[in-house]
T-cell receptor
Framework: DGGITQSPKYLFRKEGQNVTLSCEQN?????MYWYRQDPGQGLRLIYYSQIVNDFQKGDIAEGYSVSREKKESFPLTVTSAQKNPTAFYLCASSLQGQITEAFFGQGTRLTVV | QQQVKQSPQSLIVQKGGISIINCAYE??????FPWYQQFPGKGPALLIA?????SEKKEGRFTISFNKSAKQFSLHIMDSQPGDSATYFC??????????FGSGTQLTVLP
């Protein structure tokens, strides 16, 4: 089955720690995205990548980092510099350069304890 | 800066009624307007989408109405069912193919 897999589903982090959220897709999509979802604020773009070894900042990139070493994988690291990291994180992918739908993973809920 | 404004924030409809969610966009470069449906604890899934060269698109009980001059579009859910209870997001996308989302509408359909 093709799709996007995010792991873990739930993640707890102590203040001051970095954590990495995994996102893997087997849809052969070139473009991948990370969104943050907070109640009443919709989905906000953190980072996106249109091709391997290249990525761009989205609207709220501060305190986050990404890598794109493989087409299938786009991990997101939430660093200790992110002041309010508790949120629902969503990874998505789409075909590059086409008007087409973005496919989303099931999300990772990160809680700082 | 919010480029897609969505209303209402929440909506309660009786079973069999019509649910209407409205969105307005600012970026005239947008050329693709999807609606996503999200159930609690899940990722959003594409429901229906429209391009600005048409004024309406219908898929089953779901219809998008698009007004290019007013820079507005809306989702109509006919014969709303309890299973339609979810959060709905409108979005716009331009040449960069990044989706800019509205703030979401939590729809509750009462049995």
């Amino acid at each position: 089955d093709g799709g996007i897999t995010q792991s873990p589903k739930y993640l707890f982090r102590k203040e001051g720690q970095n954590v990495t959220l995994s996102c893997e897709q087997n849809l052969n999509h070139d473009a991948m995205y990370w969104y943050r979802q907070d109640p009443g604020q919709g989905l906000r773009l953190i980072y996106y990548s249109q091709i391997v070894n290249d990525f761009q900042k989205g609207d709220i990139a501060e305190g986050y980092s990404v890598s794109r070493e493989k087409k299938e994988s786009f991990p997101l690291t939430v660093t200790s510099a992110q002041k309010n990291p508790t949120a629902f994180y969503l990874c998505a992918s789409s075909l590059q350069g086409q008007i087409t739908e973005a496919f989303f993973g099931q999300g990772t809920r990160l809680t700082v304890v | 800066q919010q480029q897609v404004k969505q209303s209402p924030q929440s909506l309660i409809v009786q079973k069999g009624g019509i649910s209407i969610i409205n969105c307005a966009y600012e970026n005239t470069a947008f050329d693709y307007f999807p609606w996503y449906q999200q159930f609690p604890g899940k990722g959003p899934a594409l429901l229906i989408a429209i391009r600005p060269d048409v004024s309406e698109k219908k898929e089953g009980r779901f219809t998008i109405s698009f007004n290019k001059s007013a820079k507005q579009f809306s989702l109509h859910i006919m014969d709303s069912q309890p299973g339609d209870s979810a959060t709905y997001f409108c979005a716009g996308s331009g040449s960069a193919r990044q989706l800019t989302f509205g703030s979401g509408t939590q729809l509750t359909v009462l049995p």
